[in-house]
Each structure stands twice: as C-alpha cells, then as structure tokens.
C-alpha cells in the first residue's frame, strides 16, 4: 500500500494512564511494577531500584524490573513547579483592589509539586532541582571570551528581509582539547546567536557559508567585512545588551500587620532575625570610597546612606539595596528617596518579620518595574527560612523550583538557592515585553548605526573575502601584519580594562563556601577501549556494545564476546521485559544481506560461553527484515512489544506475539523466538526513512514517527499519514532524532535537526512557546528530566527542559552517545592537555596527525546522579551515593587567578573544563542479576547498590 500521499491527522484516544506497569494485565505471575510516573519529561527510575514492599516475604529475593528508558517520563503540567496564576489569585479573593491586580503575578510555593503518592501517609515532600545559574556569562558571553584580543573577522550586510547584521567569526581551539573549530556569533535586533562549526583543513569556508548555517540564504548587502579595529569596542557592547554581568537587588523589611508599600518603606529599626538574615545575605560595606560594584549608590557623599550590603556569587558582584540602610526622611511618608532605588529594582526580597500565614500581596508595592518578589520568612522554633517568589505572568519560567515544603533548615543552602534563584529571575525578567521590547529596540539602533558607519569603508590591501579566517599567507605583507597587530592590542586593552573593573563576565570568583557537585559529572568505567564501537545498549548494569571486531559485553572490570567478529552488528536493542535482545548487520562478506536478528538473553547469561557466530544467527532472523537499513522498539513500558522494520521505502510494522513475565519466562525452542514477531502492517512511504521512533498513543496502538530528508510524519497502525513536522526543503536538513515523551499524560515527541529541538503534539502543534537552540549541531539528545542533554562533536550540551537555558557544556574529545535507557553511557577520546595551541597573534596550529589520539574511554552519568530527586518515590540524599563520588572523577569548572602582571602578557583568559590529572578511575560496577529471571541480589558491587523504598518512612534505603 502506497502512502507517500495518503494524511490524515491523529488524535490519541486517550491520555497515557499515570502508572502504566510493563506486562500489566497480560499474563498470571508475580509482577514488579515500576513506581509510577508523576512528574514532567523524565524517565522512571532505574531497573534497580525496589519497592519494599515488592521483596518476597517467603525467600526474601527481589524480583528485578527491566531498565527504564531514561527519556520517558510522564508529568505534570510545569507549573507544578514553577508557579500558577491560580494559586496567587485564590488568595486574593476577598474582593478588595489588590484581588484586581494579583492576576499580573504567578505564585511559587513550592506546595503545589506535593503529590499524594501515598494516600495514607498524606503528602511527599520533594527536593527541587540542583542549583544552577542558567545561561551562566562564563559560556555564553563568547565575544569577551573568544574573540576579544584574537584574531577574528567581523562583516556586516543586510539580509534578505532588510534587516541589518553583523557576523563575527573565530578559528579557535580554546576550550575544545586543542581540536580547532569555527565559532560564529550572528548579531541581530533579537540577540546573538551562537553556533559551532567543525573545522576542515583542506575546505575553507565564507562568510555566506556560515549565514547559510544560520537559515540566511538572501542578502541585500554584504556580507562586508569590517576592519577597523574600534569595531571590536562596538560588538562588546552588543553582547552586554544580553544583560549586566553585576546584579542589584531590593531587600525590603516588613513588620506584622503591615501591608502597604508605604508602611514598609517607613521601617527604622529592624529585628534581631532581620540583622541576622543581611549577614547570611553578604557584608556591610562604607559606601564611601568603595571601589567595587556600587549597584548605582553614591560612594562620594553618602548621599545614599553611609553603609549597604554586598556579596560575590560565582564571578558576580552583588549590592543589595536594603530599605533600613537607605536615607530616611521623617517628614515624607512615602519615602521617595527609598523607593527611588528598591521600586527601580528587577527583583525584590521582602523580608516577613513574623511566623504566621503572610499577608504580602506583590500589588502592594507601587512599581512597574519589579517583576519578581522574593517572601522570606524565618521561623523561630525550629531556624529555618521559609521562601515564596511572585513572578510577573510575562516573565519565563525560571529555575531552580522551590523544594517541597519551600523551607530551607541549612542557611547556608538558603543563601546559595536564593541568590540563584534571584540572579535567574533578573535574567528570565529581560525575556519578559517590558524589557525585551525595549532591548530589541535599542539593538536595532546600535547595529543599524554600525552598519552605517562601516559599510562603506575601504577595504585597504585584502583583496579577497572567501576564507573566513585569515590566510596565513597574507602575513608575511607588512601592511597586513601592522594592521592585524593594531587590531589585537586594541582587543587586549579593552579586555584588560574590563578585567580591571571587575566587569569580566568569564569570572568564577565566589563568597560561597559550598563545594557544588554538579549531577552530569561523568564516571569513567573503561580507561582504554581500543576497538571501534558502532553500537550499543544496557543490560542492567552492563554494557554490550557492537564493534568491529564482533559483539562485546562489558561486565563491570570483565569484558567477553557474545559473537564472534563474524557478527558486526549496526544497530542493538535489549528490551529486558521481554529477555530479548535485537541487533541489525549490515550487507559485507558474512551476511549477504542486511537483516535483524532476535535472541533470548538468557543465551548469553553463561560467562564460559565460546562467542557464537554468525552460523548461530541463521535461524533468528526476523520475518521481513531482509535488506533492513533501520528498526525501532517500542519502550518496555509500553505493554506490548512492537517492532517497526525499514526496507527501503517499505516499513513493516510487527507485534511480539508472546506475554511478558520476565521472572518466569521461557521459550520452548528457536522457531519461538524467531517467529515470535508477527506482521501488523506493511506500508510504502515516500522516501527511505532516516529516523523512526515508536510513540505511545493508547493501550491499544502504538504510532510510528518516520524521519525522512526535510520532514517528520506519523504512521498509524492501520496505515495512515500524518505529517507532524517539515523543514523548508530549500535549506539544507540533517535529521538527529525523534524521542518519545509525554507532557501530562499525553504523548509528545522531541524532534531534533540541524541546531534545533522542538517538542511536538502528536497532531502536530508545537507544545512549548520555544525551541532549543544548540550551539554545536547535537549527533543525539537524551530527555532526563530537568535536563536535555546534546551530544555533539566535541560536547555535551546540558539545557533545562522547562525554559531551554544552557547551564553547562562540557568539553569532550570525539564524543559520542551509546545509550540513554537507564544510566547514559557514552564514548569519548581520553582528555590530552588542554594547553592551547593558540599562538601570541590568536591563531590556530593544526594539529599533526601523529598527534590524534585513537585510544577511547567509556564514560557513564548515572541516572541517580542526574535526576534522582524527581524520581517517584524521591530518593534521600543518603542514597545518592554517585553523587559523593563524583569530586573523585570531575570535570572542572575553575576561574584562573588573575594578577595585573599576567593580564599585561596573557589574555587567555577562558574558564576551562577540564579532567583532574588522577582522572580516570575506573568505576567497579557488576552487573546484578538481570531478567528474565528472578534472583538474589546480595553484595551488589555497583557503588550505588540495590536500594528498596519504605512507604511508612518515605525513604529509599540500601538493601
């Protein structure tokens, strides 16, 4: 059946029930449903977590759950845990001028992301995410840090739709193990968009090919290049448009009763628990003669007061601007000159002086301009701090979400979350119409005026613009050599001045004395892996991976061939529900065609095992998968098993015909399992698929997602098209993934291409007001809730689910995803020195091919690690143990010390992330004992255990 023209548009038949164990209702036998699913886009817990009151009370074994694929998750709606309109307005009921104008705000309390997962026991309380600053200045102000003071070239023009910009790009290989890539930033009225772009020795690029990776295909004007080098003062102030590297915040002090601006700004003395709460915030400082930030306070005359607070957090300067500190005017009630700075203020903290329930309304305070409130309240019985913020409703999501109940026992914890969450606000406030509009206005004029100003300048002695990078050849002409030594003394002046002021935006300086952990830190399980991998999955804590020389399986420190290098298999799935393992080889000289093959698990369980080969496949294959190129499996947690199988434009959608019980299940002989695939439906497309996914939609169907060259389309079982997504066919499309997710119950997909990450309704609507926008073009991305992790080239890209805000990249060798299904594993190069080949003039030193490394290290983040604190039940920290590991094996974010001296001879300036020297180590995991049987787990050698969960305690514990 011929479907290339044949669409319609699907509507699930209904919503993914919220717990949705694998085999349920399916077979008799003694099952162990997974904890159920309760929040947005992440994944179950992995296979070796336990309910504990699943262990057999008989012999005491404990029946053990396949490995979750870590992208699924189902989930609440995001304001669970970043505020609501109705939760602010339900407060504001009584009628009175200020229920009005409570709409403006959303609340977040923390409160609403209870969840009454265990009836009897009332509510769970729930850790918030980890603290990060997101779109940190450190990585995402590339100007000051790549390009300032290097050698780099700007143009200008105009594009097709008579908008001016301007193009900067870079030959670097800072921050990116001595591997030299083009960085690119492409100014326009809406911001700067960043993008990395390998680099080719023998394939130089133009200007036009880098605004053709930017979707700029027509032009009006240019693209000219610009070389004057004052240029470079212009573009820095581009970049500080994104917003100020220093913060200012209004703390306002509230007594018990009060509830207007007026009386709050009115207070002279202030509590012992107030005085306490400014020390655990920062310092006071004279501000007379102060030469640090000053947050626009006086530091000449004290005409804005004698003293004021301040702290650094991570590179940034802070000055708050405390109501009591500031002058007092006794004879004005309205203290004009107080509210002249706090009402001017992005983000307020109003401290609340008493225990009881809070009468603060965000309306109270007269000001347009503030769009983020902070209530403090702190709690004498038991010295803790108690946090809600009020959020303007146009101001994006921002995180961390607060914890569940919102109160903080560690001050220190309290100090850290705060600041964070406060200097994220500020940020998120710019997205925000009032801030935005304006912002887009005034880059508008700015880069209008350069382009004025330097279109129409001479080009001097270059008489060629092809090569994006300067041409090495072109040095050895004096006049060119002067020109280029002009232009980087003026970018190290202007950098040096930068630094000196304190206003450099890729500090890490900090007053915290916290050590974070940051949850990504990879664990390295195998130094040295010298084989090429192809392939790979998890099978409980192992690993099994294709590679050229056969199928391999890695056992903690063990490693053994499963097949022979008879077998060299292109793709693996193991769908441990079903003790089944799938791989697909390709046409060569033992195979004489393409085809997937199936085989229990337990064939391979026996460690003394020869490697089978590929006589050992003849009677697996799978019914019409003969000259196969893709397949795909449905999630474990799908019910029933599917299968969808790619033969050029033919796709062949099959079903396992067998139940699920993988602690007693057994097959009587091959014909069983070869055969157990039956045919549901055979359709012809349009073109030869790239990608496909198998998407939930009811307990009765599953839907196909077929990538093809420049669009996404969805396959019914019954054989119907619908196209979910296209991409203008003019511009080049390279297809990454489609993941499977669910938003609220509800199926949605993750569709990944080019630079680019949209989540889809299955009828084709966008489901978020964003998309994410990567910096390097991703190979994969894995969903774990709260993170969205791109593995490119040389990176992993991290980025928050809830508001596509970069909170860290780390910086990999040749790395490359092998599988997300319960922990992420992932192969890379070990880490060489990251000392720059960068010359004194800013260029780039190819490397010598004797110099690549082809040695390969295999890496995993756990899942624990990652997202621990949103599974269900929610882990206790004594359980984290990955977590206590992690300082051991880290990647190292660390400021470098900076003296006037070094400034003057050394403007590298960059942030690393780097490996420690006694990285690796080598991580001793053992495979606990897998399905499809049911076994004793005892003295389990993963470091992180087999932990149980006790619904009296609500607690996981270690078993």
């Given at each position: 059946?011929?479907?290339?023209?044949?669409?319609?548009?699907?509507?699930?038949?209904?919503?993914?029930?919220?717990?949705?164990?694998?085999?349920?209702?399916?077979?008799?036998?003694?099952?162990?449903?997974?904890?159920?699913?309760?929040?947005?886009?992440?994944?179950?817990?992995?296979?070796?977590?336990?309910?504990?009151?699943?262990?057999?009370?008989?012999?005491?074994?404990?029946?053990?759950?396949?490995?979750?694929?870590?992208?699924?998750?189902?989930?609440?709606?995001?304001?669970?845990?970043?505020?609501?309109?109705?939760?602010?307005?339900?407060?504001?009921?009584?009628?009175?001028?200020?229920?009005?104008?409570?709409?403006?705000?959303?609340?977040?309390?923390?409160?609403?992301?209870?969840?009454?997962?265990?009836?009897?026991?009332?509510?769970?309380?729930?850790?918030?995410?980890?603290?990060?600053?997101?779109?940190?200045?450190?990585?995402?102000?590339?100007?000051?840090?790549?390009?300032?003071?290097?050698?780099?070239?700007?143009?200008?023009?105009?594009?097709?739709?008579?908008?001016?910009?301007?193009?900067?790009?870079?030959?670097?290989?800072?921050?990116?193990?001595?591997?030299?890539?083009?960085?690119?930033?492409?100014?326009?009225?809406?911001?700067?968009?960043?993008?990395?772009?390998?680099?080719?020795?023998?394939?130089?690029?133009?200007?036009?090919?880098?605004?053709?990776a930017y979707g700029v295909d027509k032009f009006d004007k240019g693209p000219r290049e610009v070389l004057n080098p004052e240029l470079q003062k212009e573009l820095l102030v581009l970049e500080e448009q994104e917003g100020s590297v220093n913060f200012k915040f209004g703390v306002l002090y509230a007594k018990e009763g009060q509830t207007t601006d007026d009386e709050m700004f009115s207070n002279v003395k202030v509590s012992e628990d107030f005085e306490r709460f400014l020390e655990l915030l920062g310092d006071k400082i004279e501000l007379k003669g102060w030469q640090k930030y000053r947050g626009g306070l006086d530091v000449k005359n004290n005409m804005t007061g004698f003293q004021s607070l301040y702290t650094m957090y991570e590179g940034h300067e802070i000055m708050f601007h405390v109501s009591t500190l500031l002058p007092f005017t006794p004879d004005n009630p309205q203290q004009v000159e107080r509210k002249r700075h706090i009402g001017n203020d992005i983000v307020i903290i109003v401290f609340q002086d008493w225990d009881g329930k809070s009468s603060f309304s965000?309306?109270?305070?007269?000001?347009?301009?503030?769009?983020?409130?902070?209530?403090?309240?702190?709690?004498?019985?038991?010295?803790?701090?108690?946090?809600?913020?009020?959020?303007?409703?146009?101001?994006?999501?921002?995180?961390?979400?607060?914890?569940?109940?919102?109160?903080?026992?560690?001050?220190?914890?309290?100090?850290?979350?705060?600041?964070?969450?406060?200097?994220?606000?500020?940020?998120?406030?710019?997205?925000?119409?009032?801030?935005?509009?304006?912002?887009?206005?005034?880059?508008?004029?700015?880069?209008?005026?350069?382009?004025?100003?330097?279109?129409?300048?001479?080009?001097?002695?270059?008489?060629?613009?092809?090569?994006?990078?300067?041409?090495?050849?072109?040095?050895?002409?004096?006049?060119?050599?002067?020109?280029?030594?002009?232009?980087?003394?003026?970018?190290?002046?202007?950098?040096?001045?930068?630094?000196?002021?304190?206003?450099?935006?890729?500090?890490?300086?900090?007053?915290?004395?916290?050590?974070?952990?940051?949850?990504?830190?990879?664990?390295?399980?195998?130094?040295?892996?010298?084989?090429?991998?192809?392939?790979?999955?998890?099978?409980?804590?192992?690993?099994?991976?294709?590679?050229?020389?056969?199928?391999?399986?890695?056992?903690?420190?063990?490693s053994r061939y499963i097949f022979d290098k008879s077998v060299v298999a292109k793709q693996i799935s193991i769908v441990e529900a079903f003790g089944l393992l799938l791989f697909r080889v390709?046409?060569?000289?033992?195979?004489?065609?393409?085809?997937?093959?199936?085989?229990?698990?337990?064939?391979?369980?026996?460690?003394?095992?020869?490697?089978?080969?590929?006589?050992?496949?003849?009677?697996?294959?799978?019914?019409?998968?003969?000259?196969?190129?893709?397949?795909?499996?449905?999630?474990?947690?799908?019910?029933?098993?599917?299968?969808?199988?790619?033969?050029?434009?033919?796709?062949?959608?099959l079903r396992w015909k067998h139940p699920v019980v993988w602690s007693t299940w057994t097959v009587g002989n091959i014909r069983d399992v070869a055969d157990g695939f039956e045919i549901i439906k055979e359709v012809t497309v349009g073109e030869a698929p790239i990608l496909m996914t198998l998407v939930y939609a009811s307990a009765q169907e599953s839907l196909l997602c077929v990538g093809y060259k420049n669009q996404f389309d969805l396959i019914s079982e019954a054989g119907d098209l619908s196209k979910i997504h296209s991409i203008d066919k003019q511009k080049k499309a390279t297809l990454v993934s489609a993941v499977d997710v669910y938003e609220e119950e509800e199926s949605e997909l993750l569709i990944s291409f080019n630079h680019q990450s949209i989540f889809k309704r299955l009828t084709g609507e966008q489901s978020s007001n964003f998309s994410f926008q990567w910096n390097s073009a991703p190979n994969s991305v894995v969903c774990a809730f709260p993170y969205l992790l791109a593995f490119t080239t040389n990176t992993i890209e991290i980025r928050l689910v809830v508001n596509a805000n970069l909170v860290h990249t780390l910086v990999l060798p040749k790395v490359s995803l092998i599988s997300a299904k319960a922990d992420i594993y992932f192969s890379a190069s070990p880490p060489k020195s990251s000392n720059s080949t960068t010359q004194a003039t800013g260029g780039v030193q190819t490397p010598s091919p004797s110099n690549t490394q082809e040695k390969t290290s295999l890496y995993k983040i756990s899942t624990i690690s990652l997202m621990g604190q949103f599974l269900d039940p929610p882990l206790t920290r004594k359980a984290m143990d990955d977590v206590t590991m992690a300082p051991r094996i880290a990647l190292n974010s660390s400021d470098e010390e900076i003296t006037i001296a070094r400034q003057c001879s050394d403007f590298s300036l960059e942030s690393r992330d780097t490996f420690d020297k006694d990285f690796p180590i080598k991580e001793p995991v053992g495979r606990t004992a897998s399905c499809p049987q049911s076994r004793k787990v005892s003295n389990p050698s993963d470091p992180r255990g087999a932990v149980k969960y006790s619904t009296s305690s609500m607690t996981w514990t270690t078993v």
């Open positions: 059946m011929d479907l290339s023209k044949k669409r319609q548009t699907f509507t699930p038949d209904r919503p993914r029930p919220a717990s949705l164990s694998v085999g349920e209702n399916k077979a008799p036998g003694r099952y162990l449903p997974r904890p159920s699913l309760q929040f947005k886009r992440y994944s179950s817990p992995p296979g070796t977590l336990r309910l504990a009151e699943e262990v057999d009370q008989q012999n005491q074994t404990l029946n053990r759950a396949p490995s979750p694929d870590i992208g699924r998750r189902s989930g609440l709606s995001r304001k669970h845990y970043y505020g609501s309109l109705e939760a602010l307005n339900s407060l504001h009921q009584s009628g009175s001028d200020l229920s009005d104008n409570a709409g403006r705000f959303r609340m977040e309390s923390g409160e609403i992301g209870m969840q009454p997962s265990v009836p009897q026991n009332g509510l769970v309380p729930r850790q918030g995410s980890g603290v990060h600053l997101e779109n940190p200045e450190f990585q995402t102000r590339w100007y000051f840090k790549y390009f300032l003071g290097k050698v780099h070239q700007n143009f200008v023009g105009i594009d097709g739709r008579k908008s001016p910009f301007v193009l900067s790009v870079c030959l670097t290989d800072s921050d990116n193990y001595g591997v030299p890539q083009y960085r690119a930033i492409l100014w326009r009225k809406t911001g700067g968009q960043k993008l990395c772009i390998p680099y080719q020795p023998n394939k130089p690029i133009s200007p036009k090919t880098v605004l053709q965000p309306p109270a305070i007269k000001s347009k301009f503030v769009h983020i409130y902070a209530l403090v309240s702190y709690n004498k019985l038991d010295n803790s701090y108690r946090l809600t913020v009020f959020s303007e409703k146009n101001v994006p999501i921002f995180g961390p979400p607060l914890p569940c109940p919102p109160v903080f026992s560690n001050h220190q914890e309290f100090r850290d979350f705060l600041l964070v969450k406060l200097m994220n606000g500020e940020k998120a406030a710019y997205g925000s119409p009032t801030f935005s509009n304006r912002r887009q206005r005034t880059l508008d004029s700015l880069i209008t005026r350069l382009l004025q100003d330097h279109i129409h300048e001479k080009l001097g002695a270059r008489k060629s613009w092809n090569d994006v990078i300067t041409d090495q050849s072109r040095g050895n002409r004096r006049k060119e050599m002067e020109r280029e030594q002009a232009f980087l003394q003026f970018g190290q002046s202007l950098k040096l001045t930068k630094i000196v002021k304190g206003n450099a935006p890729t500090s890490l300086a900090s007053t915290s004395g916290n050590l974070k952990v940051e949850p990504w830190k990879p664990q390295c399980i195998l130094e040295d892996f010298s084989t090429k991998i192809f392939c790979g999955d998890s099978w409980g804590d192992s690993l099994v991976l294709g590679t050229e020389d056969g199928i391999q399986m890695l056992q903690g420190a063990k390709d046409k060569g000289k033992e195979f004489h065609s393409s085809k997937v093959y199936v085989f229990k698990l337990t064939d391979f369980e026996n460690e003394d095992e020869e490697p089978k080969n590929r006589q050992f496949c003849k009677n697996h294959r799978v019914e019409k998968s003969k000259g196969c190129h893709l397949f795909a499996v449905s999630q474990s947690g799908d019910g029933e098993l599917k299968l969808a199988v790619a033969v050029g434009r033919k796709v062949a959608l």
